[in-house]
């Protein structure tokens, strides 16, 4: 092959990365509904194993649809469940793309959560238009310099994120447990380990209370919205997410153009701890009002999940967020309404996660789905 053929193959391949075709389509939007559905019947087959009757399997899945979208107070549930899964995972999908596997999002979750209560109560004089966004701040940066500290050790000592990142998530219970024992933090009156609450100044306002106060979804939505618009903008038009994205893609290449490796490592895993501190934060003050030990409820774990049924992609994280969302808040409806086990629910996300990781046997279930595939085995 000369030359020129080489530059050519490389040039369309480029071109084919900086406009996705028919492939990339199928892999971020056909595999994840097919492992949806592939999950679902299996769940289906379980239950029937389980001695569960056909008629209670038919009664589950209908609550399921109805605890999560059924009603007003059904899709309220599903998005306050939805927007820390997809402010998490939004972090965590940057770091993938930039080739790092930062598991850490739980323990920069609880680290933004608490600043941000933190900072609520000690300016709690401040008015709402001023306290509200800087506690949200607050657990960004706590989160950013959480996750910068993994960063910084990956680029000065090459240890290694997993390692560290499951290090940090460890020392964040315990400390967590330290503050809220401290008398400047620990409610007053209280002996267990509570954080004082939240002003109401500091709190995401609910934005369907005037119809019901009940309906618990609250101005998260926008933030969670705002962060996915600003992730893919970062990832896909500004440079620094390009940095990121060839960095993941191929760090010899990248070095070799002059972007600066550790930089880009530090600034990428500070830039997904401040996602996953500001759903610690949107979780305290638009749904919590205090902090607790172990008040993130695993959803950093869950966000990694997210991420992957997300392709890494913003706003397949988004969508994949919204179904967790509505699996999570169906599932509680599905338990009282048909008497399943909630554990269902995990059962099928880990379905879920196992076809995502092997979309080649997604495409041999359904071939037929699969117009690219079957086009070039054709050729």
């Known amino acids: 092959m000369s030359v020129n053929d080489t530059l050519d193959a490389a040039k369309e391949r480029l071109l084919q990365r900086a406009a996705p075709g028919r492939a990339q389509f199928e892999d ?18 379980i239950m029937l194993a389980t001695g569960i009757d056909l008629p209670t399997i038919g009664r589950s899945f209908v609550a399921l649809l109805a605890g999560s979208v059924g ?10 469940a939805a ?8 972090g ?11 598991i850490g999002a739980e323990g920069q979750i609880l680290m933004g959560g608490l600043a941000a209560v933190i900072f609520g109560f000690t300016f709690d004089g401040l008015p709402f238009a001023i306290l509200m966004p800087l506690s949200l701040l607050a657990g960004m940066l706590v989160g950013a310099f959480y996750a910068g500290i993994a960063g ?17 998530n460890l020392i964040s219970y315990r400390l967590l447990d330290y503050m809220l024992r401290l008398d400047w933090v620990q409610r007053e009156g209280r002996s267990d380990p509570i954080s004082r609450s939240v002003p109401e100044a500091a709190e995401l306002p609910r934005l369907l209370e005037w119809l019901d106060p009940n309906l618990r979804v609250h101005a998260g939505v926008f933030v969670m919205l705002a962060a996915v618009f600003v992730v893919h903008w970062l990832l896909f038009r500004a440079k620094l997410g390009f940095e990121f994205r060839a960095s993941g893609a191929s760090p010899d290449a990248a070095r070799y153009a002059g972007i600066r490796a550790g930089l880009i490592i530090v600034l990428a895993m500070a830039t997904a701890g401040a996602l996953a501190g500001l759903a610690g934060a949107n979780q305290v003050l638009g749904v919590l009002g205090r902090a607790s030990p172990g008040f993130s409820a695993g959803i950093g774990f869950d966000a990694i999940a997210v991420a992957l049924l997300g392709r890494s992609h913003p706003v397949g994280v988004l969508f994949a967020g919204l179904l967790f969302g509505a699996l ?3 599932g509680r409806q599905m338990q009282v309404d048909a008497g399943v086990s909630i554990d269902l629910i995990g059962i099928i996300q880990a379905l879920i996660i196992v076809f995502i990781a092997a979309p080649l046997l997604v495409r041999a279930l359904f071939p037929w789905g699969f117009r690219a595939a079957s086009k070039g085995n054709a050729e």
């Open 28 to 45: 971020l939007v056909i595999v994840p509904l097919f492992a949806v559905a592939v999950a679902l019947m299996l769940g289906a087959l």
């Open 71 to 80: 009603s007003l107070g059904a899709l309220s549930e599903t998005l306050v």
């Open 83 to 90: 927007v820390p899964l997809v402010l998490a995972a939004l």
């Open 92 to 102: 965590l999908a940057l770091g993938f793309r930039t080739g790092l596997f930062n």
């Open 152 to 168: 910084w050790l990956r680029a000065a000592t090459g240890a290694h994120e997993v390692i560290s990142t499951i290090m940090l």
């Open 328 to 330: 999570e808040a169906g």
